[in-house]
DNA sequence: GGTTTGACCCGTT
DNA sequence: CAACGGGCCAAAC
């Protein structure tokens, strides 16, 4: 369990409710700043059976995954906003709100 | 072991 | 301002 996906599961498990991350903040935790796409492609890659929050990690723009990937269109910001994400009037999340500081403060 | 792809990011056209 | 391309890294084929 030393490969790079599986550290970007172990880190977006981290990531508390309430927040989001980005690719390349996530890979910048990983030490690989600009694996952003490596990450990107672990989270098409990890199974939906897994308990991995993978809603929670969006682009750098605030923008969230392509609908084919959870299987419906705003499934992925309904189940943000079940958890206190909210969107800008471009269905975008609110970085500056919700931009996990990289610690669970937990 | 080289080629392809992937839910990206950034700069340039 | 929208579209395109190049570049980066890691895993699958």
Not at 1 to 18: C, E, N, Q, T, W
Not at 60 to 83: C, Y
């Amino acid at each position: 369990m030393d490969s790079f996906h599986d550290k970007v599961y172990y880190l977006v498990r981290r990531i508390p409710a309430g927040c989001v991350a980005t690719y390349g903040q996530i890979a910048s935790m990983l030490g690989n700043p600009r694996a952003s796409r490596a990450v990107g492609w672990a989270m098409r890659a990890v199974p939906r059976e897994m308990n991995l929050p993978c809603h929670r990690v969006i682009s750098a723009n605030g923008t969230l995954a392509p609908d084919h990937v959870f299987g419906g269109r705003n499934k992925q910001k309904e189940m943000l906003a079940a958890e206190g994400i909210t969107f800008d009037e471009y269905g975008r999340v609110n970085l500056n709100l919700h931009l996990w500081d990289g610690q669970t403060r937990d």
